[in-house]
């Protein structure tokens, strides 16, 4: 038995039965970018996005990138020197560095706070362990893939986006930054390099969910999330829905919101808010499921997220009832 | 370009191209066969290495990007050829069949051993839900995880 074709110089033999080792069956493969940069700084990286253009792409996590397996991309740009890790309070917002991990989201007490829970649920639901303490959610967001978990979260907590390039810093209302599937709004040299959460009046809360074909791992079939605040009278406030993967970008569901806005959550219009939510989404058959199986779990999340941010809003507006003093009449 | 990284508390450099992927540089070029490669899409879990104590699917990782890290193998969990004690409950309990998984099994339990000394078994589960197994049906893995804690507790493994 002779050992296949000799392996090309500098790289990993055959093993021992002559079959190609997993290095040799990897060089077919066609993501084969030839330069790799780590710049330290965000003007550095910019000014290498600008000069390669669309021969290049940044890298965070990669495993978005590596499951891409684009064979045009050239050049890497390694965004993780850049300093842009950590979630931070600042003015009763939340910012988050582009790098930031989707394990540090989950684990982030400021976002598991009921306002922006959301998008602490959604970054737990992301992946698995393992990629979650590797993927970021600057890349999550820039893929632009229309069953990204953490983009109904961030539509229905109307984050901006601060994106830095060649002409400065510019900040980009996140429903305003999908174009199409995997396509963003970003320009020639651009980085996205923050996401800011603005503040949320107290009592507004905020819920997510996912569905895939297994509970971990899987892609979304569907993800919904919502967000709205109570008034004094139990009725709804700003109500926000977003959904995923029926779409070629995640979307927000007017239709649903109308129904709920003003409204106390009784049964009948949370039914009235599941019958709209089908309103504009256009799900697909795919791999995963059926575009009628996907309309049907829309019908379902839409009023079962509503009501886990109505139950979580009802508990802020109770904990935030001022207490009679200690020896009060 | 030159890539150098702590592997088992070890310097090693290594060549790597900017496609090279982390399993493959840990596998052929260190000759780390204990890493194993399944699925090649980050699902599986069986590749899983710690990269500065945190569980990392190997083949999602490019190699370029693991300069300066610390990398643990399961090798590095049994030093002087010693069982871990998660690798002596894994065989008490018959938690291991065909092995596949185990390596990458062991390093994210241990992962959460070292935050977490009393899980409870949905955390468990959850810390183990990124390592699939083909064999076992997870009852007897995730029965020594909890008995390994608790032996670390000082309390009857039972």
Same mark, same amino acid.
């Given at each position: 038995m002779s050992a296949s074709t000799p392996p090309p110089p500098g790289q990993a033999e055959a093993c021992r039965t002559g079959l190609p080792s997993a290095a040799a069956i990897n060089s077919?493969?066609?993501?084969?970018?030839s330069r790799y940069h780590r710049p330290a700084a965000v003007a550095e990286a910019v000014e290498l996005l600008d000069r390669h253009g669309p021969e290049a792409r940044v890298i965070a996590g990669g495993t978005d990138l590596l499951l891409e397996?684009?064979?045009?991309?050239a050049v890497l740009v390694d965004?993780?020197?850049?300093?842009? +890790?950590g979630v931070r309070a600042g003015d009763g917002a939340v910012e988050i560095g582009a790098t930031t991990r989707f394990a540090e989201i989950a684990a982030s007490p400021l976002l598991q706070a009921a306002p922006y829970r959301a998008l602490a649920q959604a970054a737990a639901a992301m992946g698995t362990p393992q990629i979650r303490n590797q993927a970021t959610i600057g890349g999550n967001v820039c893929s632009a /893939?229309?069953?990204?978990?953490?983009l109904p979260a961030l539509l229905v907590l109307d984050a901006q986006l601060t994106v830095t390039g060649p002409s400065g810093e510019r900040s980009v209302a996140v429903a305003d930054?999908?174009?199409?599937?995997?396509?963003?709004?970003l320009g020639r040299g +651009?980085?996205?390099t923050g996401i800011r959460l603005p503040a949320h009046p107290g009592g507004t809360a905020s819920a997510f969910v996912k569905k895939g074909r /297994?509970?971990?791992?899987d892609l979304a079939v569907v993800n919904v999330a919502s967000r709205l605040g109570l008034d004094g009278e139990g009725r709804c406030v700003d109500p926000r829905v977003a959904v995923g993967a029926v779409a070629a970008t995640p979307l927000r569901l007017r239709g649903s919101e109308a129904a709920l806005d003003?409204?106390?959550?009784r049964d009948e219009v949370l039914r009235r808010a599941a019958e709209r939510a089908v309103d504009g989404i256009r799900p697909i058959d795919d791999i995963r499921a059926s575009a009628d199986y996907r309309r049907a779990l829309v019908r379902v999340l839409v009023p079962g997220t509503v009501g886990d941010a109505a139950a979580a809003a009802g508990r802020e507006q109770a904990s935030s009832v001022p207490r009679p003093a200690r020896g009060g009449p | 370009m030159d890539v150098s990284f702590q592997v088992n508390g070890r310097r090693r450099c290594v060549s790597a191209r900017p496609h090279d992927r982390l399993v493959d540089v840990l596998r052929?070029? #260190?000759? #780390? %066969?204990?890493v194993k490669l399944s699925c090649?899409?980050? #699902?599986?879990?069986?590749c899983t290495v710690l990269v500065d104590g945190r569980p990392v699917s190997a083949c999602m990782m #490019?190699?370029? %990007?693991?300069?300066?890290a610390a990398i643990t193998t399961v090798r590095g969990l049994a030093p002087d050829g010693e069982l871990h004690p998660l690798q002596a409950q894994l065989i008490e309990r018959g938690a291991?069949?065909?092995? &596949?998984?185990t390596p990458g099994m062991i390093l994210s339990a241990h992962a959460l051993l070292e935050r977490r000394s009393d899980p409870t078994e949905a955390e468990v589960r959850g810390a183990l839900s990124g390592n699939l197994c %083909?064999?076992?049906? &997870?009852q007897q893995i995730v029965e020594a995880v909890l008995a390994t804690a608790r032996e670390r507790r000082g309390a009857e493994p039972t």
């Open positions: 077919r493969h066609p993501f084969r970018p397996a684009a064979p045009g991309v965004a993780n020197g850049l300093g842009l +890790e /893939v229309p069953c990204g978990d953490s930054f999908f174009r199409g599937a995997r396509t963003n709004a +651009e980085l996205l /297994v509970a971990v791992g003003g409204q106390p959550l | 052929d070029d #260190l000759g #780390l %066969r204990e090649g899409e980050g #699902l599986c879990g069986a #490019l190699a370029v %990007r693991a300069d300066g291991v069949q065909c092995g &596949y998984c %083909r064999c076992t049906g &997870y």
